[in-house]
């Protein structure tokens, strides 16, 4: 089983900066992906960057030049560098993770809010 545990989220306005942070635990081995994701009330679950293995780093083209992910490997932990908040970007976050050779997210945090207020 793999833990991971979001935090750093919280209320900033527009245009501020917040940096989310996610740390992974358990049986982390075979861990080929890690990523952002994000949801808000009525609508789906959507991408927001990602760390896969062997191959570096994406984010997704509506926060690119806003949004960075990093990771600190020693810490293992994951970062989102979110900065120019928009108020659209208030959503739950959450950091998920993918094992090796399967297709789709096992493991999920509990999700950190960020509210973006004008």
């Known amino acids: 089983q793999v833990q991971l545990m979001e935090s750093g989220g919280g209320s900033v306005q527009a245009g501020g900066t917040l940096k989310l942070s996610c740390a992974a635990s358990?049986?982390?081995?075979?861990?080929?992906?890690l990523a952002w994701y994000r949801q808000t009330p009525g609508k789906e679950r959507e991408l927001v960057g990602q760390?896969?293995?062997?191959?570096?780093?994406t984010v997704a083209e509506f926060v690119k030049g806003r949004f960075t992910i990093s990771e600190d490997i020693t810490k293992k932990t994951t970062y989102l560098q979110m900065n120019s908040l928009k108020i659209e970007d208030t959503a739950v976050y959450y950091c998920?993770?993918?094992?090796?050779?399967?297709?789709?997210?096992?493991?999920w945090g509990q999700g950190t809010q960020v509210t973006v207020s004008s």
């Open positions: 358990g049986s982390i081995v075979n861990i080929c992906e």
């Open positions: 998920a993770a993918r094992r090796c050779g399967v297709p789709s997210m096992g493991y």
């Open positions: 760390i896969v293995s062997g191959e570096g780093t």
